[in-house]
């Protein structure tokens, strides 16, 4: 999985957003405010190729959490992102 | 007393003019404001104002009511792009003084120097430089169709709300009673 072209992280007024810019994302309407750890996440996979195991992986680096609840929040999280539509398989 | 009677003559013409709101608001797929999480404005149309610089065209919700009756508040997005130079007509994205920005129609030019009005503006502009412009509307993103900011039709409309500038008050204040 990637995140769709256009798509990206900005910061403003200390908030963490994601805007999708470009015509072929001139329908898409929302702009997306990513917690910390959202942020953290999104910083590193912007560019690459991730799955949800990338991303538990990536939570248990940076923070003190087990690897199962790790794994559930990641796709939890990679499953809202799929619905908003950031996502491309 | 002259405010209750703004609004008597105000709600009058919302009951006369039923049927064409209804038709107005079918057609423009209103539905009732959604609660919504706003930036403050000048921030985010200055982070807006970045991301065209880098080649990044966007498109955004325009809040208030100074571009009426083409764009609406709230209801409506632009999609913005930046050029290298642009005209009177074009509908821009300026900065008209540091950290304050607006999104008006460019109605005067001379050289660099711009003169800005908001279609829903009776009376105030603003000057700028073409350097501050940040970008142009190229699409007016309605809830139920996109229109191109070059399609002949709409520009007609903008030529000929232009000369009724003189009757634009009277004409606003119907708009507003249908709408």
């Known amino acids: 999985m990637r995140i769709k072209k256009g798509f990206e992280l900005r910061e403003v007024c200390g908030e963490h957003i994601i805007v999708a810019y470009g015509r072929e994302n001139i329908d898409f309407n929302k702009v997306i405010s990513l917690n910390e750890s959202a942020n953290y996440l999104w910083k590193n996979i912007a560019d690459k190729d991730f799955t ?5 992986d990536l ?9 199962e609840t790790a794994a559930k929040d990641a796709k939890s999280l990679l499953d809202e992102w799929v619905k908003v539509g950031l996502v491309e398989v | 007393m002259k405010k209750l009677v703004k609004r008597l003559i105000r709600a009058l013409l919302r009951v006369l003019l039923t049927p064409w709101r209804s038709r107005y608001r079918k057609r423009n797929g209103i539905v009732s404001n959604q609660l919504r999480h706003e930036l403050p404005n000048d921030a985010w149309l200055g982070e807006v104002s ?12 325009v809040k208030g009511y100074s571009m009426r009756p083409f764009i609406e508040h709230t209801r409506d997005r632009v999609f913005l792009e930046k050029r290298d130079t642009y005209d009177v ?7 008209i003084a540091p950290g304050h920005y607006v999104l008006h129609r460019i109605i005067k030019r001379q050289g660099d120097n ?13 000057t700028c430089m073409m350097q501050d412009v ?3 509307v ?4 309605r809830p139920n169709r996109i229109i191109p900011a070059d399609d002949p039709k709409l520009i007609r409309r903008i030529r000929l709300w232009r000369k009724l500038r003189p009757i634009r008050r009277y004409l606003l204040f119907i708009y507003k009673a249908i709408v």
Not at chain 1, 59 to 67: I, N, R, S, T
Not at chain 2, 117 to 123: E, I, K, S
Not at chain 2, 138 to 141: E, G, L, N
Request: charged share 25%; hydrophobic share 40%.
């Open chain 1, 52 to 56: 949800a195991e990338t991303l538990a």
């Open chain 2, 114 to 126: 711009l003169t800005l009005q908001g279609d829903g503006n009776v009376r105030g502009v603003e």
């Open chain 2, 89 to 95: 007509g074009d509908a821009v994205l300026a900065q």
């Open chain 2, 134 to 136: 940040s970008g142009v």
């Open chain 2, 50 to 61: 970045k991301m065209l610089d880098e080649g990044k065209p966007y498109a955004i919700y």
């Open chain 1, 59 to 67: 939570l248990c680096q940076e923070y003190e959490v087990d690897a």
């Open chain 2, 138 to 141: 190229t699409q007016y993103i």
